[in-house]
């Protein structure tokens, strides 16, 4: 297998493109779909691939050209495509195939928007004689809609302009063309040039792909949803409303894919319409619907108009029949607290019941990471987890069935999700193998192995159930080493079964405590349980693993530690500036307990302003140690502690950055003494380090020094924390 990891590589340069990209990327279009989409094309779209090979080269990529552009609309005078020679005769062989014409009366409010005010007032005259002055361009558009017959105002409209426009036609080929290739509706090929540019990777599994639609009624019938359902999304008010007055004309669909996108669709509308205080319209969509949202929607209106028995006919159909374990959960809970007398709902319940621990305020912007390591201070290990642990676990045991050269159900080299994962087959089409692999958790050595091996001889190969990191097998290790190997099948047997409706909502955290491995979903003050986090947490604890909630409450923690940085540079923010000073000071309890402070040599000159600024001269840094030097016992300093600066981004960028440069990610929880005392202290003329210094008599001796300045903000911090405790002890 051949994989181009560059958009992978830290700080990979973008390739250069050829001159005629565009086109290259057109044909190769055209040719996957007479590969593989033959049988899905109407004799049209047939005749529209044959005529369009026809064409001479120029006419081919001007045409291509006018088909990436946004809108289909063009005014002749202003194409400039030095690229394209005979550009003339290339609108001419155009023309004449029928690819572009002149706009049409359907194409009227394009026209009006591509007009100018003074050019549609001008048009206006014979209808409207009299216009004010000081209207508007929006406002003459929408007279000209609301007064006007399109097709006469566009014959009768004597406007250079008009007659210099020209429509993209063919456009509904373009968009099947796309669409039958990526599965969705796209308007450009702009996947293919980021391909090119090294910003998208593809796969090359193999060089023949499967069809996703088995007929072209499947094809054409997703489509129309597909469609429709982008031109709702990216439409104004006017296109959306004349999207939902269609719907009566919907088809009905008869394919799973066609009837997903339609279901969003009408979810999608009726919402719009309970927004804008339309109920019985809402309703009147989400009934054309057949998913859970669109189920819920409904029932939740039903009650609000007092139809209590056809709310109580909905749930408990859903009760008796359930789609999906969501489903079940949702009629379980409103049927309780509609007609059985209950107030609260699961979701309620289980966070009320929760666990509850202590974090530093500080830490409210990453929760999470506070909870690892609140964990850890207790003597045990914590990961975060989420969906990334299951789903990486799940694609490496299954590799050979998922991506092997004889089994990988894939679409396009764009696609890296195999269709049996889409479609629910895998399970099916590979019980015995799946079994098999589930039965060998059991030998954990062997099963690490396995893993192992995987991982070493597919890493970065793109595939669209996991991403890879070079730390992953510690915490799927940790898994397989502490939880029950029957318990971990049950998960990645439901992962095989019904991958799309399983592969979200698995918990924040992986912990290894006294009783082995524990999922745990973090909610801080504020956060909501949402069911699609509830239902994982009960298939985990069904399948026999211990799963729970963690409510967090901010406090301020004494024993929290916090460092407090200071980095002298070669100038402002970017990747041609670097650290010349590095100094920090360890707090806790309210006190400072160490210090770390380094000269760094850039590896540049330090500007002369930058010099007068700080006294750090070229001479000073030229034997002082390189960032790489330092950056093993400066991550040892920080540890897990919180990262505090004045004006905490410019610190924390610049270090972030010499660490990618090695190839290392640095993540800490930040708090930034600059903007909690504009929080807290209100009012000043001035926050900067040296006047908060001024106004709390705080020693600023060698300002713009960073062991000086790392001290001073560590003194603004414990102001900060002891106005932070009065604010928490008042509640």
Known sequence: ??????????????????????????????????????????????????????????????????????????????????????????????????WIGPPSSSLFEDVLSFLTKREIRAALGPWLPGLRPSLKKPELVELALARCEPAEFMSRARLDRLDRLLVQRRSGWVAYLLFLYFGESRESLSRFTLRDMGLVRTHSFREIYEPRFCDREEALQTFFFARRLRRYRRGDERVRRLLAAEADDWPEPAYDGAATLR??????????????????????????????????????????????????????????QPRSPEERL???????????????????????????????????????????????????????????????????????????????????????????????????????????????????????????????????????????????????????????????????????????????GFPDLLVIDDLGARFVEIKAEGDQLRRNQLVPLQQLRAAGLRADVVRVRWVLDPNQTYVVIDVETTGGQGERHRITELAAVKVRDGRIVDRFESLINPQRTIPRGITRLTGITDEMVADAPRFADVADDFEAFMGDAIFVAHNVNFDYGFLSREYARLGRAFRHPKLCTCAAMRKLYPGGDSYSLAALCQRFDIALETHHRALCDAEAAAQLLLIVNEKRAEALALG
Request: hydrophobic share 40%.
């Open 1 to 98: 297998m051949n994989f181009d990891q560059t958009a992978d590589r830290p700080g990979a340069r973008r390739r250069a493109l050829p001159t005629f990209y565009y086109h290259r990327h057109f044909l190769e279009l055209l040719d996957f779909i007479d590969t593989h989409y033959r049988h899905v094309l109407m004799p049209e779209h047939e005749a529209l691939n044959a005529s369009f090979r026809r064409l001479d080269e120029a006419a081919q990529r001007l045409y291509v050209r006018l088909a990436n552009r946004r809108g289909r609309l063009f005014d002749v005078a202003r194409l400039r495509y030095p690229e394209i020679r005979g550009l003339e005769g290339a609108l001419r062989a155009l023309r004449a195939g029928d």
């Open 263 to 320: 279901d969003t669709l009408a979810h999608t509308i009726g919402r719009d319409l309970e927004r804008a205080g339309l109920p019985g319209e809402a309703l009147a969509h989400y009934r054309r619907g057949d998913s859970v949202a669109c189920t819920e929607r409904e029932i939740r209106l039903l009650l609000a108009d007092g139809d209590r028995e056809a709310a109580r006919s909905r749930l408990e159909t859903c009760l008796e």
């Open 330 to 504: 949702f009629a379980e809970d409103l049927y309780r607290q509609k007609f059985g007398c209950k107030r609260t709902s699961a979701l309620t319940d289980a966070l009320r019941s929760a666990e509850t621990i202590e974090l530093d305020e500080a830490l409210s912007g990453s929760p999470e990471r506070g909870a690892i390591a609140h964990y850890v201070e207790r003597g045990w290990r914590a990961w975060r987890a989420e969906n990334g642990l299951w789903r990486t676990l799940f694609g490496l045991l299954f590799w050979d069935e998922l991506f092997g050269r004889d089994h990988a159900g894939l679409h396009s080299p764009f696609e890296a999700l195999p269709q049996p994962l889409r479609d629910g087959s895998f399970y099916a089409g590979h019980e015995e193998a799946i079994e098999t692999r589930l039965a060998g958790l059991a030998d954990t050595n062997a099963v690490k192995r396995r893993l192992l091996r995987t991982s070493t001889r597919h890493f970065g190969t793109p595939n669209g159930i996991f991403r890879w990191r070079r730390s992953m097998a510690e915490t799927m290790f940790a898994l397989l080493d502490h939880a029950d190997g029957a318990a971990v099948a049950a998960v990645l047997r439901r992962l095989a079964r019904e991958y799309r409706q399983a592969r979200y």
